[in-house]
């Protein structure tokens, strides 16, 4: 199911660019969710949103500031980071925080 | 405390031969969900399998197969007849009430199947 879309699909960017990745989901869910990958560590949840309203901060840096207009678009702003910010970047939405969440294909970022 | 564990980091197989990924978790609730998702090289996570922690009911999907054991707290996952498409790294995930039934992912199983 591609019911949730991520652009884009990679990144590279500077420290001191600013830069905004993208998620919609077209499932008709209240929640959403940014994760991030890096390699070889597990999937570490940075942010949760429900009904448009954030609920989770994972003691994310200010460096990444969330957004949801809606329910069925989230974004993640990016502005002056670091080298070790580089991974990959998921978004999920499940119907309600209890329910299964549903993946985009992913931002893969670099930061140079 | 939560936690998932995958000890198997890498697995490799030749073609049709079947392979088990375990999956071992801790919690102290009652009300739990296991979770499998797949993430082949394109990235994204698939959704595969949820099983509450009141439903022990092994499950049967075309090649997959899950087995749930609660005693054992283990909640394998077999591919049967695998297949070069089955190549991808495989979560264990596990959500429960008192964590607000946030996700807590496993390390991971790299399954590479060899034609």
């Known amino acids: 199911e591609t019911g949730v879309t991520q652009t884009p699909r990679h990144l590279v960017m500077g420290m001191t660019n600013k830069k905004s990745l993208k998620c919609e989901q077209h499932?008709?869910?209240?929640?959403m969710y940014w994760y991030k990958q890096s390699a070889k560590k597990p999937l570490e949840l940075m942010f949760v949103?429900?009904?448009?309203?954030?609920?989770e901060n994972n003691s994310v840096p200010s460096r990444f500031s969330p957004e949801c207009p809606n329910s069925s678009h989230l974004f993640l702003h990016l502005h002056t980071l670091q080298p070790e910010d580089s991974a990959l970047y998921l978004c999920?939405?499940?119907?309600?925080?209890?329910?299964?969440?549903?993946f985009g294909p992913g931002t893969r970022l670099t930061v140079l | 405390a939560q936690k998932v564990t995958q000890a198997q980091t890498e697995i490799s197989v030749v073609e049709k031969e079947d392979v088990t990924l375990d999956c071992v978790y801790e919690?102290?609730?009652?009300?739990?969900?296991l979770f499998w998702y797949k993430q082949p090289p394109s990235g994204e996570l698939v959704f595969l399998i949820r099983?509450?922690?009141?439903?022990?009911q092994n499950e049967i999907s075309g090649r997959y197969s899950w087995n749930f054991q609660k005693s054992t707290s283990s909640f394998n996952f077999t591919i049967t007849a695998s297949q070069v498409v089955d190549s991808a790294v495989y979560f264990c995930?596990?959500?429960?009430?008192?964590?607000?039934?946030?996700?807590?992912f496993g390390a991971g199983t790299t399954v590479t199947v060899r034609a």
């Open positions: 995930a596990l959500s429960q009430v008192s964590n607000d039934y946030k996700l807590s």
């Open positions: 999920a939405s499940s119907l309600t925080t209890t329910d299964t969440q549903y």
């Open positions: 499932l008709g869910h209240n929640a």
């Open positions: 099983r509450n922690s009141f439903d022990e």
């Open positions: 919690t102290r609730d009652t009300t739990y969900y």
């Open positions: 949103y429900n009904f448009k309203e954030q609920t």
